[in-house]
């Protein structure tokens, strides 16, 4: 059954989801960048999402959403992939923050500041 015709399940998005590249561009234009990559504990996790009321900001760029607190029992892209899960279908515009790192929200996947796509949505 295609993607399209069936509710996601968080599981499946987490277990489907390839590494996520993350960037910052500084004011000089150099870019710094990160891969965050599933950990085996991560799988621990997969049947159950953080809450909404563990996270903090109003998805904006100036207020990302992220967690209150680290979430050290999961990985980034564990991190990554839930916050992008809960907000996925709230517009444009929307943004997440996991480790310092900020990453623009689409239906599909998270855009980098440095324009590069990684996309979440399962291939059908």
Same mark, same amino acid.
């Given at each position: 059954?295609?993607?399209?015709?069936?509710?996601?399940?968080?599981?499946?998005?987490?277990?489907?989801?390839?590494?996520?590249? @993350?960037? =910052? +561009?500084?004011? %000089?234009?150099?870019?710094?960048?990160?891969? *965050? !990559?599933? $950990?085996?504990?991560?799988?621990?996790?997969?049947?159950?999402?953080?809450?909404?009321e563990f996270i903090s900001g109003v998805g904006t760029k100036e207020s990302p959403y992220q967690y209150i607190s680290? @979430?050290? =029992? +999961?990985?980034? %892209?564990?991190?990554?992939?839930?916050?992008? *899960? !809960?907000? $996925?279908?709230?517009?444009?515009?929307?943004?997440?923050?996991?480790?310092?790192?900020?990453?623009?929200?689409?239906?599909?996947?998270?855009?980098?500041?440095?324009?590069?796509?990684?996309?979440?949505?399962?291939?059908?």
């Open positions: 059954m295609p993607w399209f015709s069936r509710k996601l399940t968080f599981k499946e998005v987490l277990i489907a989801a390839p590494p996520i590249y @993350a960037s =910052a +561009v500084d004011e %000089h234009e150099n870019i710094e960048s990160v891969v *965050f !990559k599933p $950990r085996p504990q991560d799988r621990e996790f997969m049947d159950r999402q953080y809450s909404h680290a @979430a050290t =029992a +999961v990985s980034p %892209h564990y991190g990554v992939v839930d916050l992008w *899960f !809960k907000f $996925r279908n709230e517009g444009d515009d929307v943004y997440i923050e996991v480790n310092d790192w900020i990453l623009q929200v689409s239906p599909e996947g998270v855009t980098a500041e440095d324009g590069t796509f990684t996309k979440l949505l399962p291939e059908s």
